[in-house]
Structures are given as structure tokens and as C-alpha cells.
């Protein structure tokens, strides 16, 4: 290499490749958030609310492959160089499954609570709240019907498809906060934002802009929620700020959130997304009645390494003959079909053992998301499916 090629690339020479907490300041993290959001940069939206765009669900044209497109690639760019955060106000027009699901949630709570005391939380007190864990792969068996009325949503899959594209893996984890439960400490989500700082630091700083590119944050709202009852802190634009998976700890960026969050009130059956490096957390709920409940959605990437571990041959065949009996009816489509399909089952073939899960016609063996949907559209019985799965499965084993 020639001296003259070093002294024309200093920037490289000097580029950082980790990041330390040290590095931290609450100026850069302000230079981000103090950028307002134009309403050209978001054509689709109905409004602007606190710098955050709120599209009303009942007026987007999801059928039209075109205009889906432009939508999706709107909604993307809000996740990623946007404010961060968009809402999809009334993505559940009938309240009914939402009714469903959630007296679902509350006997699994309630179980839970009998057979284990108080789960814990991520970022708050236990006993404040209640928690499922996993809450996803229980629907599914404990009330297949509702699981598939409720991921039926276009809504849902909208969101989740915009920003990680269409084999995305869906799991959730339901969140009660009681009248008086107190504030989660602004924090970042999964992945690096579960590690602490010591860990964060190891990573090299092409990882930190990584990682919020393999999970998008989900919350569907179960009922009404005023901002006295605590809906979820958020500090749009944060998402931007490069070393923001290192300060969330910072009492200074602490001080600047309680100072600049924003906070939405939420209607039952909005579904708010938003990207994991977003600085947020829930709020206090103040009332003294108001039994906070929202299922947070956790979307994963197909790249990456999904939260929680789901038995999902078993969740498809407990929703399979389910989406059996609405095959054929007027009132559901095949959409409808997929988006649950892509909900339940593994939309990505791999990990797998390639000696005995031989590639089809490409690349990769048949995921099992494809292989339900191959049984649905011929019909097969759900012993039938059942057997592909089991053998399927056994296929993939190491």
C-alpha cells in the first residue's frame, strides 16, 4: 500500500468502531429529537399529533397493491429516519375479538397468578403490573378462534411487513398495569437495549445501527386509554441517536426524556408501532379504575433471533382447523389466511439440517409457514397437517 493511499483516507483511519458510554451527551441526543415532522413527509397520514403521524385505518387503500407499496415504504421511513413512531387508529373497528382476547388475557392471568405469584418486568416493579410472558403461543391454544380473528388484521401485518418485509416472526407479550402502577424507566428494546452497558460496549458500533433493524415494537391498545391512565412515554426522533443503546442509564438523558417524551391517548383498537431503539416506557397510570391493558407486540426479524421460544408446530395445528372452517366462507379472504399463517407458524426455513431437509426447487427447504399454507389451499385435514409438520420437523433436527 502506498503512504499516499493512508494520507487520502483519514476518515477511515479515525472512524470509531465502538462506542462507550462515555461518549454520551445529552446535546447530541437533543440535536436529534428537535426536528419537526412535516405533513409532506407523510401524505398517507390523516394527522400529526405531538410530531407523531396518526393514520386513520378505515381510509387506507390496503387492497390496492400500489398504493400498499407507497404506504409501507411511508411507513418505513417514519420507523427509521422519521420520528420513529406511527399509529394505526382504529385497526380494530370491531371490538368484539378485542373483547375476546382480552377475557382470554385475563384467565391466563389469572392462573398464571394462582400457580406462580407476580411475574416480573423488564423495566418496572413486579406487583405494579401483570405479565404474559409468551402470550402469543397461549392464545393460540387456548382460544384458537380468537387468536385467528385477531391476526387476521391487515393492520397488524401491515406494520410488521413495512418495516421487516414478509417473512417476519410474530410473537407478544400481554402488559396489565394496575391503577397506580408506576412509570417504566425510559429505556431501548430488544435486542441490544436488554444488555447493559458493559455488554453494549462490547459490540462494535455498526451493530448498535444494526440492531434496531431486526425487531419493530407493536402495542395494541384494549381499551380507551386516556394519558391520565399511562399510555406508553415516548420521545420521538430518538431512535436516531446513535449511542442511545448506551444512554437510556444517563441521568441527564433520563432528565430530557421526563422533560420532551410526548405521550398519545389511545382508543380501543389502535395499534401504535414503533421502532425498538425509540426511547420509551410506560406510563404511571393515575386513575383509580382504569386496568391498563395492551398486548405488546415483539416482530422479529427473519435475519435474526426472535425473543421468545414458541412451540409453533403446535400452535399450528391448535389454529389449522380453525382456519379450515373459514376457508371456504364469504366473509373471510385469503388474506386474511396468510396474515394469520404468518403470525403462527416459522415463515423461515432455517436453521434446519440440510443432509436430511433437502432444498425445493431453490435455495432453501420449504419453510413451515409455506407448508400450511399448502395444506390450506388443498384442503388437507388437520391429521394430515399434523403428520407433514411432525415430519417436517423431525427433518430439520440436527
Keep these: 500500500m502506498l503512504t499516499s493511499d493512508i494520507a487520502t483516507r483519514p476518515t ?18 437533543a440535536a436529534c429529537c428537535e426536528v419537526r415532522l412535516l405533513a409532506e413527509e407523510v401524505p398517507h397520514a390523516d394527522r400529526i399529533e405531538a410530531g407523531i403521524p396518526v393514520y386513520e385505518v378505515a381510509g387506507l387503500s390496503l387492497d390496492d397493491p400500489h398504493q400498499r407499496a407507497e404506504l409501507e415504504d411511508e411507513l418505513a421511513w417514519v420507523i427509521d429516519q422519521g420520528p420513529g413512531v406511527y399509529v394505526l387508529a382504529g385497526a380494530f373497528a370491531d371490538h368484539g375479538v378485542i373483547d375476546a382476547a382480552t377475557e382470554a388475557f385475563i384467565r391466563v392471568i389469572e392462573q398464571e397468578r394462582a400457580a406462580q405469584g ?6 418496572g416493579t413486579p406487583g405494579a403490573n401483570a405479565r404474559i410472558w409468551n402470550a402469543q403461543e397461549k392464545l393460540a391454544r387456548i382460544a384458537p378462534d380468537v387468536f385467528v380473528e ?4 391487515d393492520a397488524i401485518a401491515l406494520g410488521a411487513r413495512a418495516w421487516l418485509g414478509p417473512a417476519y416472526q410474530m410473537t407478544s407479550q400481554v402488559n396489565l398495569v394496575y391503577p397506580g402502577g408506576q412509570a417504566q424507566q425510559p429505556h431501548r428494546d430488544y435486542h441490544l437495549g436488554f444488555q447493559s452497558n458493559q455488554t453494549a460496549e462490547e459490540y462494535p458500533a455498526h451493530v448498535h445501527r444494526m440492531s434496531p433493524y431486526l425487531t419493530l415494537q407493536g402495542a395494541v391498545a384494549h381499551g380507551d386509554m386516556p394519558v391520565v391512565s399511562g399510555p406508553t412515554m415516548l420521545l420521538p426522533n430518538s431512535q436516531r441517536y446513535e449511542l442511545g443503546y448506551l444512554a437510556y442509564r444517563d441521568p441527564e438523558i433520563q432528565a430530557y426524556f421526563a422533560d420532551h417524551m410526548v405521550q398519545l391517548p389511545l382508543a380501543k383498537g389502535d395499534v401504535v408501532y414503533f421502532s425498538p431503539a425509540l426511547l420509551h416506557g410506560a406510563g404511571t397510570n393515575r386513575t383509580a379504575d382504569v386496568h391498563r391493558l395492551v398486548n405488546l407486540l415483539q416482530v422479529s426479524s427473519p435475519f435474526g433471533r ?10 399450528c395445528e391448535a389454529v389449522y382447523p380453525e382456519l379450515l372452517r373459514r376457508r371456504g366462507l364469504a366473509t373471510w379472504s385469503s388474506q386474511a389466511s396468510a396474515n394469520v399463517i404468518a403470525a403462527t407458524a416459522e415463515g423461515y426455513p432455517f436453521p434446519t439440517n440440510l443432509d436430511s431437509d433437502q432444498p425445493i426447487g431453490g435455495l432453501a427447504p420449504q419453510s413451515q409457514a409455506a407448508l400450511v399454507a399448502e ?3 388443498a384442503g388437507w385435514d388437520a391429521a394430515a397437517l399434523s403428520a407433514a409438520l411432525r415430519a417436517q420437523q423431525e427433518r430439520s433436527r440436527p
Design 306 to 315: 426472535a425473543m421468545e421460544s414458541l412451540d409453533r408446530t403446535g400452535m
Design 150 to 153: 385477531y391476526f387476521a388484521s
Design 118 to 123: 407476580p411475574q416480573g418486568d423488564h423495566f
Design 12 to 29: 477511515a483511519r479515525a472512524a470509531r468502531t465502538r462506542l462507550r458510554a462515555s461518549d454520551v451527551r445529552v446535546e447530541d441526543l
Design 375 to 377: 395444506a390450506l389451499n
